[in-house]
């Protein structure tokens, strides 16, 4: 049975809301590991911190089996 890679998605602190909700302007995915790295990248661009440590920014592991 081949193993299919791993998909992410990812999610922002909605203050208004809130909940994590998808950021304007970034899908909230699936994403491959690359396209997640294209992701936490524009997120950082837009000003969120996008480390371990950054709690506005949750990732998910959405693997469908």
């Known amino acids: 049975m081949p193993r299919t890679k791993p ?3 990812v999610l922002t ?3 208004d809301k809130q909940d994590f909700t998808p950021q304007r302007g970034v899908r ?3 994403y ?8 936490l990248r ?3 661009a837009i000003g969120y911190g996008c480390d ?3 709690p506005s920014v949750y990732v998910v592991r959405t693997d469908d089996d």
Request: glycine share 8%.
């Open 7 to 9: 998909k992410y998605e």
């Open 13 to 15: 602190w909605d203050t």
């Open 28 to 30: 909230k995915g699936p």
């Open 32 to 39: 491959t590991l690359f396209g997640l790295r294209k992701a």
């Open 42 to 44: 524009a997120l950082k």
């Open 52 to 54: 371990r440590q950054d």
